[in-house]
């Protein structure tokens, strides 16, 4: 069923793209002086208008709605998998080893060995002490 709604699903959106590029556009009024009345003795005294909207209308809903029920079968596929699906290449790649029983799912990292100490003892810069200068304002004391 799922095939036969994506082959309508795939034809509902090339005639929506037909019918969209057939329909006029915006400037499309100013060549209808040249001849562009033919349209209606087919489609009738409104011309193609009415009849491609409408179409373009009703294909647009159908396509919406199937958009929206495969969207929904597809949910409903992920929440009950089947038993065995077929993978096609994907069933060929080869499965990861197990870990042997009791060694732990992560690795440890091998013990590091620290380098010999090294002198890091930073020279202090030589310290000046004040000098006592003698007030100049006796207000200040």
């Keep these: 069923m799922l095939l036969f709604l994506n082959v309508i699903y795939v034809l509902v959106a090339i005639a929506m793209v037909a019918l969209i590029l057939m329909q006029r556009g915006a400037g499309a009024q100013a060549g209808s002086g040249f001849g562009g009345g033919a349209s209606a003795t087919v489609f009738g005294s409104r011309g193609a208008s009415s009849f491609l909207s409408n179409a373009t209308k009703w294909l647009a809903i159908l396509f919406f709605a199937i958009s929206l029920f495969m969207a929904w079968q597809a949910t409903r596929a992920v929440a009950a998998p089947e038993a065995a699906q077929d993978l096609g290449v994907m069933s060929q790649v080869p499965v990861a080893p197990a870990a042997?029983?009791?060694?732990?799912?992560?690795?440890?990292?091998?013990?590091?060995?620290?380098?010999?100490?090294?002198?890091?003892?930073?020279?202090?810069?030589?310290?000046?002490?004040?000098?006592?200068?003698?007030?100049?304002?006796?207000?200040?004391q």
């Design 100 to 140: 042997p029983e009791g060694s732990s799912a992560v690795p440890v990292a091998p013990e590091v060995t620290q380098p010999a100490a090294v002198d890091s003892t930073v020279p202090s810069a030589p310290v000046e002490e004040p000098t006592q200068s003698a007030p100049t304002d006796p207000a200040n």
